[in-house]
């Protein structure tokens, strides 16, 4: 039988349950959250009798993305820690899969990828405390985002393709960048054997990539353009990640002299063919400097009025044979077979390169895209910005264009 209780043994028992309960509301207190990193708790472990384990501390997950979040921005970087305990692993997923990450020295778990717009994510957290393993769940949902304000980044050259060693590396983006140094910051370039090279930009939404020299023949080279969800300014992201690797194949430089009527066909360094041209004449003068092979065409039409020639120099051609671009203005290297009495002596075109059909085909059939043709003998220089102007920059004007300085 348990002895009756006298008035001062229960006052004593209700101020010691008061006591335990003040500890209780204590311990709750202080691991609430602020506005800020979310955190969670967990039960406690141990028994009546067990006093060491009733003030262990709780596991505490925390993240930089609070639980339950909404219109989360898709520029961030999901994070996740534990406070006392050890987080054994972190599984995030989506209606479009896992979102990949890792652990790091300190312990906590970090995304490798940003967010995706418009997306609910669930976190899961594995984690060890006094009460052993458990799973900690929470949700949260991204911006929604139109795609006016995502922007796309169109790559060239293109993955597996093998280039001219004058081949700048291209990206269009199809809505204006305006915040440049954030998206270059996540633009990479690598190439094997490493090569110094910089970024250019021309415009909000084009920006170029060479070398210091020109590639060296057999590099391989990876783009990695990781701006999926990147702030590119104005309330605009990056709408996807790009990789692309690319192979710079044999050196192959041609040279043109204006006023020789001549080109020079080197590959490797090597000399294998001096072919008579013919270039622009007066008033339609071929432009001096270094240019690159932008495009090739088996057969092309030529129409002078999409140039802006008309009048009595206008001029239609349905089938202009093993045509390749040099320039965003107009100008070509190409079979000019009316032209062949001229070639080797005067310049007669109106401002693109004409040789044989023979000595055409023949070189077609080595050229790649990204082949280099120098230019002089003329006094119209040739623009960076036209087509794959990019050589026509010193080292220094060049590295000038990027947005990191």
């Given at each position: 039988?348990?002895?009756?209780?006298?008035?001062?043994?229960?006052?004593?028992?209700?101020?010691?349950?008061?006591?335990?309960?003040?500890?209780?509301?204590?311990?709750?207190?202080?691991?609430?959250?602020?506005?800020?990193?979310?955190?969670?708790?967990?039960?406690?472990?141990?028994?009546?009798?067990?006093?060491?384990?009733?003030?262990?501390?709780?596991?505490?997950?925390?993240?930089?993305?609070?639980?339950?979040?909404?219109?989360?921005?898709?520029?961030?970087?999901?994070?996740?820690?534990?406070?006392?305990?050890?987080?054994?692993?972190?599984?995030?997923?989506?209606?479009?899969?896992?979102?990949?990450?890792?652990?790091?020295?300190?312990?906590?778990?970090?995304?490798?990828?940003?967010?995706?717009?418009?997306?609910?994510?669930?976190?899961?957290?594995?984690?060890?405390?006094?009460?052993?393993?458990?799973?900690?769940?929470?949700?949260?949902?991204?911006?929604?985002?139109?795609?006016?304000?995502?922007?796309?980044?169109?790559?060239?050259?293109?993955?597996?393709?093998?280039?001219?060693?004058?081949?700048?590396?291209?990206?269009?983006?199809?809505?204006?960048?305006?915040?440049?140094?954030?998206?270059?910051?996540?633009?990479?370039?690598?190439?094997?054997?490493?090569?110094?090279?910089?970024?250019?930009?021309?415009?909000?939404?084009?920006?170029?990539?060479?070398?210091?020299?020109?590639?060296?023949?057999?590099?391989?080279?990876?783009?990695?353009?990781?701006?999926?969800?990147?702030?590119?300014?104005?309330?605009?992201?990056?709408?996807?990640?790009?990789?692309?690797?690319?192979?710079?194949?044999?050196?192959?430089?041609?040279?043109?002299?204006?006023?020789?009527?001549?080109?020079?066909?080197?590959?490797?360094?090597?000399?294998?063919?001096?072919?008579?041209?013919?270039?622009?004449?007066?008033?339609?003068?071929?432009?001096?400097?270094?240019?690159?092979?932008?495009?090739?065409?088996?057969?092309?039409?030529?129409?002078?009025?999409?140039?802006?020639?008309?009048?009595?120099?206008?001029?239609?051609?349905?089938?202009?044979?093993?045509?390749?671009?040099?320039t965003s203005s107009g100008e070509f290297i190409h079979a000019a077979p009316w032209s062949v009495g001229s070639q080797g002596s005067a310049n007669v075109s109106h401002g693109c390169t004409g040789m044989s059909t023979e000595q055409a085909a023949w070189l077609y059939a080595m050229t790649r895209r990204g082949d280099v043709v120098e230019y002089t003998g003329t006094d119209r220089p040739m623009t960076l910005d036209n087509g794959f102007g990019d050589w026509n920059a010193t080292w220094r004007e060049y590295r000038?264009?990027?947005?990191?300085?």
């Amino acid at each position: 039988m348990t002895p009756a209780l006298t008035g001062a043994s229960r006052h004593r028992r209700r101020l010691a349950s008061l006591a335990a309960l003040a500890l209780s509301l204590g311990v709750l207190s202080a691991c609430e959250s602020g506005p800020g990193t979310s955190t969670e708790q967990s039960d406690a472990v141990g028994g009546a009798g067990d006093s060491s384990a009733a003030q262990a501390p709780r596991v505490v997950v925390r993240s930089n993305v609070r639980k339950g979040a909404q219109d989360v921005p898709v520029d961030t970087l999901l994070e996740v820690g534990a406070d006392h305990g050890d987080l054994l692993g972190v599984e995030v997923s989506s209606p479009q899969g896992r979102l990949p990450g890792r652990r790091r020295g300190d312990g906590t778990w970090r995304a490798a990828e940003r967010l995706e717009p418009g997306t609910a994510y669930v976190v899961r957290a594995r984690v060890s405390g006094p009460d052993g393993p458990q799973v900690r769940e929470r949700r949260f949902s991204t911006v929604e985002l139109s795609l006016a304000q995502q922007t796309y980044a169109s790559v060239a050259p293109l993955a597996g393709e093998t280039v001219g060693v004058g081949m700048p590396v291209v990206v269009q983006f199809d809505v204006p960048v305006t915040d440049r140094a954030a998206m270059e910051r996540e633009m990479h370039v690598e190439a094997t054997p490493a090569q110094v090279g910089s970024w250019h930009w021309l415009s909000d939404t084009e920006v170029h990539y060479r070398p210091r020299d020109y590639w060296e023949a057999g590099s391989e080279v990876v783009v990695d353009l990781d701006v999926n969800g990147v702030a590119a300014g104005g309330g605009v992201y990056g709408q996807e990640s790009r990789e692309v690797a690319f192979t710079v194949g044999e050196s192959h430089v041609y040279r043109v002299d204006a006023r020789a009527h001549t080109m020079q066909v080197l590959s490797g360094g090597e000399l294998l063919r001096t072919i008579p041209i013919t270039t622009g004449k007066a008033g339609f003068t071929t432009r001096s400097g270094t240019k690159v092979v932008m495009e090739k065409y088996e057969s092309k039409r030529m129409d002078s009025e999409t140039v802006g020639i008309g009048g009595d120099e206008a001029y239609d051609i349905a089938d202009v044979q093993w045509a390749m671009r040099l320039t965003s203005s107009g100008e070509f290297i190409h079979a000019a077979p009316w032209s062949v009495g001229s070639q080797g002596s005067a310049n007669v075109s109106h401002g693109c390169t004409g040789m044989s059909t023979e000595q055409a085909a023949w070189l077609y059939a080595m050229t790649r895209r990204g082949d280099v043709v120098e230019y002089t003998g003329t006094d119209r220089p040739m623009t960076l910005d036209n087509g794959f102007g990019d050589w026509n920059a010193t080292w220094r004007e060049y590295r000038a264009g990027s947005a990191l300085g």
